[in-house]
């Protein structure tokens, strides 16, 4: 862990106000500035967001395109390409479906919408209803309907619109009479992004740790590093591997890098503290580092395939793995390589500038506003006008929404803050001034 920490022009006082972005309707406790920051993320008017690119997989292949009947629940029951799904297929099929019935009584909901919710998990309303209070209670339809629609693939936006609406209103009949101030509050997920060594270990702790505002309503995520370092009954080190032997275990290493977040989040799903920051994402795997190791040759084609066949499926039917926010950590490769040197991890003793620049550019087309403006590069919105006053004035130029073809569908129009991290400051003394400043506000 640094000593000296990285500096964004005042990283506290960006950070304090990074919970901010979190608002929600149902987050009160947490003197949110900005509540319609979040819940009226842009992109209502958004159709349908293409498949991403990586995935070499066209709407054909997803069953995205073929015509689908526009009556009530109207989808019909075709195969790919829109011929008739051969009997034996159709048979086998219903028999999977045959519990979840009740999805049919939903508006929008025929055969083939039925067949694509069951595919993902939802065998019945309940379960709908369950997301509907996890992930989108408090904010627009169009969170919910743009996730039916990107997520699950119902191709109709009428159709997602008539589910979310029924399930909307099917929980908020259950709810009348209910005390909501009483119901436990939705949590918040923000994953902190970075370079290798920008210092996200650090912010996390110290920041959310030390700062007395944020302890108690905060919970912290590290990246499963100990899980990596240590495999098994036989203590493999996998990341030590993948640096000794990059082309032998690249796919492996990302593969477990991605379970092991799955596992990560799993645990610490059930937590109470209203705002769970983690560190990195299952985006940042895919977004920077599979696409480093695919271009330095370490992982070959039928890997990077492998890796996307599942990606995407998984993604899309685990919503906990889909953060509400970005706070991206940014600094220079040079001073990320002058932080990595201090550091001494034993498995890094081979990771070049080089390497870094390349992790550097990466994260700069993901999570940074297209400089240049070349076509088929990540392009990032900065604030819609009508929202630019809900944010505090310091943070307001650091915020932008992700969106692009290289963006994977569920994290189009997240938000993301950028700090500047360039600087190390003590941290301590920045803290200690903090809490003075509370202490003597408190004394006022
Ligand atoms: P980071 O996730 O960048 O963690 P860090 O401890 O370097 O971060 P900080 O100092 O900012 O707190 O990387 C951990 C190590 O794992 C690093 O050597 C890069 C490697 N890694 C991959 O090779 N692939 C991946 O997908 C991830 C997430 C990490």
Same mark, same amino acid.
């Given at each position: 862990?640094?000593?000296?920490?990285? *500096?964004?022009?005042?990283?506290?006082?960006?950070?304090?106000?990074?919970?901010?972005?979190?608002?929600?309707?149902?987050?009160?406790?947490?003197?949110?500035?900005? @509540?319609?920051?979040?819940?009226?993320?842009?992109?209502? $008017?958004?159709?349908?967001?293409?498949?991403?690119?990586?995935?070499?997989?066209?709407?054909?292949? =997803?069953? #995205?395109?073929?015509?689908?009947?526009?009556?009530?629940?109207?989808?019909?029951?075709?195969?790919?390409?829109?011929?008739?799904?051969?009997?034996? *297929?159709?048979?086998?099929?219903?028999?999977?479906?045959?519990?979840?019935?009740?999805?049919?009584?939903?508006?929008?909901?025929?055969?083939?919408?039925?067949?694509?919710?069951?595919?993902?998990?939802?065998?019945?309303?309940?379960?709908?209803?369950?997301?509907?209070?996890?992930?989108?209670?408090?904010?627009?339809?169009?969170?919910?309907?743009?996730?039916?629609?990107?997520?699950?693939? !119902?191709?109709?936006? $009428?159709?997602?619109? @008539?589910?979310?609406?029924?399930?909307?209103?099917?929980?908020?009949?259950?709810?009348?009479?209910?005390?909501?101030?009483?119901?436990?509050?939705?949590?918040?997920?923000?994953?902190?992004?970075?370079? /290798?060594?920008?210092?996200?270990?650090?912010?996390?702790? =110290?920041?959310?740790?030390?700062?007395?505002?944020?302890?108690?309503?905060?919970?912290?995520?590290?990246?499963?590093?100990?899980?990596?370092?240590?495999?098994?009954?036989?203590?493999?080190?996998?990341?030590?591997?993948?640096?000794?032997?990059? &082309?032998?275990?690249?796919?492996?290493?990302?593969?477990?890098?991605?379970?092991?977040?799955?596992?990560?989040?799993?645990? @610490?799903?059930?937590? /109470?503290?209203?705002?769970?920051?983690?560190? *990195?994402?299952?985006?940042?795997? *895919?977004?920077?580092?599979? =696409?480093?190791?695919?271009?330095?040759?370490?992982?070959?084609?039928? &890997? !990077?395939?492998?890796?996307?066949?599942?990606?995407?499926?998984?993604?899309?039917?685990?919503?906990?793995?889909?953060?509400?926010?970005? /706070?991206?950590?940014?600094?220079?490769?040079?001073?990320?390589?002058?932080?990595?040197?201090?550091? +001494?991890?034993?498995?890094?003793?081979?990771?070049?500038?080089?390497?870094?620049?390349?992790?550097?550019? +990466?994260?700069?087309?993901?999570?940074?506003?297209?400089?240049?403006?070349?076509?088929?590069?990540?392009?990032?919105?900065?604030?819609?006008?009508?929202?630019?006053? @809900?944010?505090?004035?310091?943070?307001?130029?650091?915020?932008?929404?992700?969106?692009?073809?290289?963006?994977?569908?569920?994290?189009?129009?997240?938000?993301?803050?950028? #700090?500047?991290?360039?600087?190390?400051?003590?941290?301590?003394?920045? !803290?200690?001034? +903090?809490?003075?400043?509370?202490?003597?506000?408190?004394?006022?």
């Amino acid at each position: 862990m640094h000593k000296l920490l990285p *500096r964004a022009a005042s990283v506290l006082d960006a950070a304090t106000a990074a919970p901010l972005l979190l608002s929600s309707p149902r987050m009160p406790a947490l003197h949110l500035a900005c @509540s319609s920051f979040l819940a009226a993320r842009p992109g209502a $008017n958004r159709s349908r967001t293409r498949s991403p690119q990586w995935l070499h997989c066209d709407g054909a292949r =997803r069953g #995205l395109c073929s015509a689908e009947a526009a009556r009530r629940g109207g989808d019909t029951e075709e195969g790919e390409n829109g011929r008739a799904v051969p009997e034996r *297929r159709q048979r086998g099929r219903s028999d999977a479906l045959a519990g979840s019935g009740e999805l049919l009584a939903i508006p929008g909901v025929g055969p083939r919408n039925l067949r694509k919710l069951v595919d993902k998990g939802f065998d019945g309303v309940a379960q709908l209803k369950q997301l509907y209070r996890d992930k989108f209670f408090g904010k627009s339809n169009e969170k919910m309907v743009e996730f039916l629609q990107n997520s699950v693939g !119902i191709i109709h936006k $009428n159709h997602a619109e @008539s589910i979310t609406l029924f399930i909307k209103e099917s929980v908020d009949e259950e709810m009348k009479g209910t005390d909501t101030s009483k119901l436990p509050k939705r949590r918040l997920t923000f994953c902190v992004e970075g370079n /290798i060594s920008v210092g996200k270990t650090t912010f996390l702790q =110290r920041i959310a740790n030390e700062t007395i505002e944020l302890r108690d309503l905060v919970e912290i995520v590290p990246e499963p590093i100990a899980k990596w370092q240590d495999v098994g009954p036989e203590h493999f080190n996998i990341l030590d591997a993948f640096y000794a032997e990059p &082309e032998r275990y690249a796919y492996t290493f990302q593969n477990y890098v991605f379970v092991t977040r799955v596992m990560q989040e799993k645990e @610490s799903a059930s937590g /109470i503290k209203p705002l769970r920051l983690m560190e *990195r994402s299952v985006f940042s795997d *895919r977004m920077v580092f599979v =696409r480093a190791v695919h271009e330095a040759n370490w992982m070959n084609e039928m &890997e !990077i395939s492998i890796y996307d066949s599942w990606f995407d499926p998984v993604v899309s039917s685990l919503p906990g793995l889909i953060p509400d926010g970005f /706070i991206y950590l940014r600094a220079s490769p040079d001073t990320c390589h002058k932080r990595m040197m201090v550091r +001494k991890r034993s498995e890094e003793g081979g990771v070049t500038l080089d390497y870094l620049r390349g992790l550097h550019e +990466k994260h700069e087309s993901w999570l940074l506003p297209s400089k240049g403006g070349g076509s088929g590069v990540l392009s990032v919105s900065q604030l819609p006008v009508h929202l630019e006053g @809900s944010l505090p004035a310091d943070i307001q130029d650091r915020v932008f929404y992700l969106e692009g073809d290289h963006m994977h569908s569920s994290i189009q129009k997240v938000p993301a803050l950028v #700090l500047d991290c360039e600087h190390d400051i003590d941290f301590n003394k920045d !803290i200690e001034a +903090k809490r003075h400043k509370l202490r003597s506000s408190l004394n006022l």
